[in-house]
């Protein structure tokens, strides 16, 4: 198959998965459920957190994070007190526990309080740093600001760090919801400062495997080197929207069983 061939065929998968159908089954229908530009970054960013394991069992404790949240992320976070730690009583989802929601609480309202918002921090940080073609150093000063009060060391984890290595999948893909243009009514777009371009992959064991198979990741472990090698490819085919390709490698993987 030739590269123009190999191309098209990555473009009608995305044109096949980049519909509203996929939004359902998926966590993106959290911040979805909303349609104020704040309540939907909060909202994203909390089900982005829990989103690894089963995705029934993410679409539930999401859920149950925003009825636990009155339905209203954004204000429920600006007006937290000590006294609302018990609406996170008897909340598991895997290792991330009320303690954890508690710390993110806190830590959300900081960064909403000091910068605006999620958007803010990290587009002021990027576009100090001179804009470049990653985002990683970005994401690393939001896992720094976000953990620079007194926390639970146990609490670190849930944020990704790509300085020490990570391949940051969630964060990466919440970014893709926040960033990518709502054109197709998969994604959100409700971020100005930040294109496309310069998105990375949310690289997960799915499109991993997919992109081993394809020849477009040579790498075996899944790190923020192989993150950079799998961009560097997609860019080739889409300079300017390269994560569109989530689609397609997410559900050549997930959903076709390629």
Known sequence: MSRSDFKDFLDEKVLQFETPDFIPLDPISIPHMFT????????????????????????????????????????????????????????????????DVVCFMKALKRIITEYGSIESLISSHWIASGKPNSLKDSLSNFHNVFFDQPHAPRSRKHVANPAKGSAAKRLNMYLRWMVRSSEKGVDLGVWDEIPSSKLSIPLDVHT????????????????????????????????????????????LGAIEGF
């Open 208 to 251: 991993s495997n997919v992109g081993r198979q394809l020849g477009l990741l040579k790498r075996k472990q899944n790190d923020w080197k192989a993150v950079s090698e799998y961009d560097e490819e997609l860019r080739k085919m889409d300079p300017a929207d390269p994560v569109k390709y989530d689609f397609a490698l997410f559900g």
């Open 36 to 99: 104020e530009k704040r309540d939907i970054e909060i909202a994203g960013f909390l089900a982005a957190t829990i989103a690894w394991g089963k995705r029934p069992m993410i679409l539930k404790n999401a859920h149950s994070l925003m009825e636990r949240m009155d339905h209203e992320p954004y204000d429920f976070i600006i007006n937290f007190e000590e006294s609302d730690t018990a609406a996170f009583k008897g909340f598991v989802h895997r290792t991330f526990k009320p303690e």
